[in-house]
């Protein structure tokens, strides 16, 4: 019995101690492979430094200071961007021009454009009312077909009773200026 207890003592000290011997020496064995590296790198390839020889002006006097030039910065070009074709046309479908709705209504606007919509372009709808003019909707892709479609919701805009004039506009995504626009159509807003 003792005798077995011995043993398994013995084991277990060597368990525990084994991994840890395993990891020093495998240590000590990187540190030298890494050191006899580094020394024979040095050893092999000695690079000698030297320092540039300043060679004196005469009478201890300094070269003149040239003035700098000044270049004159690029003038960026712009990018032309493709015009709108003499022969492009904004058709509305909807509503018609005269078309009453409430003031808290929803309505559908549609159109098509004859032209393939370039990048960058989107359609902007208008609506001009006691000489305030507010942006209903954009869209900047077919979205009926090859046609389009804006649904707009008066109720979140609020417009007064009375008649407005809404347009469709064709503009470039950063510029506010039309580059086309659609016939203007009235709209009649009624009080509920």
Do not use: C
């Amino acid at each position: 019995m003792q005798k077995l207890k011995k043993r398994i003592r013995t084991r277990q000290f060597w368990l525990t101690i084994a991994p840890l011997i395993i990891v020093l020496v495998a240590l000590g064995v990187y540190n030298l492979t890494i050191a006899s590296q580094t020394t024979t790198a040095v050893a092999t390839n000695p690079t000698p430094t030297r320092r540039p020889t300043r060679t004196p002006f005469p009478d201890g006097t300094r070269p003149p200071i040239l003035l700098a030039t000044i270049l004159p910065s690029p003038t960026p070009t712009i990018t032309p961007r493709p015009d709108v074709p003499q022969t492009a046309v904004i058709t509305l479908f909807g509503p018609p021009d005269s078309s009453s709705l409430s003031q808290d209504g929803q309505l559908t606007f549609f159109w098509t454009y004859s032209e393939p919509l370039p990048a960058r372009q989107q359609f902007v709808l208008t609506l001009h009312q006691n000489g305030i003019t507010t942006v209903l909707g954009t869209l900047a892709q077919p979205n009926f077909g090859d046609a389009y479609q804006l649904s707009v919701n008066f109720d979140v805009i609020e417009p007064t009773a009375g008649t407005a004039v809404w347009q469709m506009q064709l503009q470039w995504i950063d510029e506010e200026r039309p580059l086309l626009a659609s016939e203007e159509r009235e709209i009649t807003f009624i009080r509920e």
